[in-house]
């Protein structure tokens, strides 16, 4: 291959697809539009804000939902407007990023923390936020297991200040993790987050290509509307990256561009995983057999050797319900014998998470290669 000639060949591609464009901004996941697809999730979002706003009573919710379905962007959405019409504060943290109750109490004061304790921090965010605060604590299941009673949220919900919680999480089990003393106090309105449906998708892109495209094809919409919705968990991330590369590459097939966006959008997701999901993807991975026992059998094995104590078979399987909610498997009913399990099926390429796990692990081809001859439950 000739790097220039390819490099002239793609730039002028590019160039060409990029005359379409208005606004780039429109294709970032961090985009807020003015008004996001409205969905009936939002009212008791709404109704719990402006019962806190009339109180000064929490309504502590737990926002439950697979990844692409809103959960965030509307979070992030009534942040920018609700404080012009109400006398709510809101605060957001990323506990992907600030993954313990110090680091997220440090974020929130945002000063010097040298030397400062838990409960000096305490101290500091209860002079900087003094009225009623909206604390939205986004991706909270991946909190650190050094945190394993979320200290935070007992802060919250114990502190008698006028502080409301919003937890958003990926994991329908993420209720279940709490210890029975923050449960209680805490006491959170759950509320689903259902996936999008096809003409959901379908008003997203649209309002993506009308705010950032001087002209685009409804045809190619609704095509990808009905792939993302087919072949992830109605992910709008993958529709709105599959919208990009067609655009960039006008000639390009849609499903090419579908498929490029899905496994950037897999790559991403496996890549973030904790140490014992990857474990658990990696083990279904390599293991011939795909139901749930022996690929438990063969994730104990891996973590063993890595020095890690493996989950529970509870623990395990509620981690693959997780798994699920972010669409990188699925779990078949199978009949066994008399009785009805489940298979473990990835929805991906199983190449991505050989990568990723030699990487995370140090192990080279060889010890791929070594794992897998040693499956005793293949």
């Not at 993954?99 to 945002?110: G, P």
């Amino acid at each position: 291959m000739d790097v220039s000639a390819y490099w002239r060949r793609q730039k002028e591609q590019y160039q060409h697809g990029s005359k379409l464009v208005k606004n780039f901004a429109v294709f970032d996941y961090g985009f807020i539009p003015d008004q996001p697809v409205v969905r009936d999730e939002c009212k008791p979002i709404l109704n719990a804000l402006a019962r806190f706003e009339l109180s000064a009573i929490p309504n502590n919710l737990a926002v439950i939902g697979s990844r692409g379905s809103g959960k965030t962007l509307m979070l992030k959405h009534l942040q920018q407007v609700l404080p012009r019409q109400t006398d709510l504060t809101f605060a957001h943290v990323n506990c992907r990023h600030q993954n313990t109750s110090f680091k997220i109490l440090a974020d929130l004061v945002d000063g010097e923390i040298a030397g400062a304790s838990l409960v000096d921090l305490y101290e500091r965010f209860m002079l900087k936020y003094s009225g009623k605060t909206v604390v939205v604590l986004d991706e909270i299941d991946l909190m650190s297991a050094k945190d394993k009673h979320r200290e935070i949220l007992y802060f919250l919900s114990r502190c008698g200040k006028p502080y409301m919680a919003v937890l958003l999480s990926n994991s329908a089990h993420l209720l279940k993790q709490l210890d029975a003393a923050t449960m209680s106090s805490l006491q959170p309105e759950v509320i689903h987050f259902c996936n999008y449906n096809a003409d959901q998708i379908r008003q997203i892109l649209e309002d993506r290509a009308k705010r950032g495209l001087h002209r685009f094809d409804p045809g190619i919409l609704a095509e990808i509307a009905a792939l993302t919705t087919r072949k992830t968990n109605a992910d709008a991330r993958v529709a709105i990256k599959t919208l990009f590369y067609s655009v960039c590459e006008p000639n390009r097939e849609v499903a090419a561009c579908f498929e490029q966006a899905r496994r950037d959008i897999v790559v991403d997701m496996v890549n973030d995983l904790s140490d014992p999901n990857l474990m658990i993807l990696w083990a279904a991975a390599i293991c011939k057999v795909d139901l749930p026992k022996e690929i438990y059998q063969r994730y104990s094995r891996i973590s063993q050797a890595a020095g890690d104590k493996p989950f529970s078979y509870t623990h395990f399987y509620a981690n693959l319900s997780y798994l699920q909610s972010n669409g990188l498997i699925a779990l078949m009913s199978t009949k066994v014998d008399r009785a009805y399990t489940n298979r473990v099926i990835l929805t991906f390429d199983p190449s991505i998470v050989e990568t990723i796990w030699q990487i995370r692990s140090g192990e080279g081809v060889g010890g791929v290669e070594f794992a897998r001859g040693h499956d005793a439950s293949a």
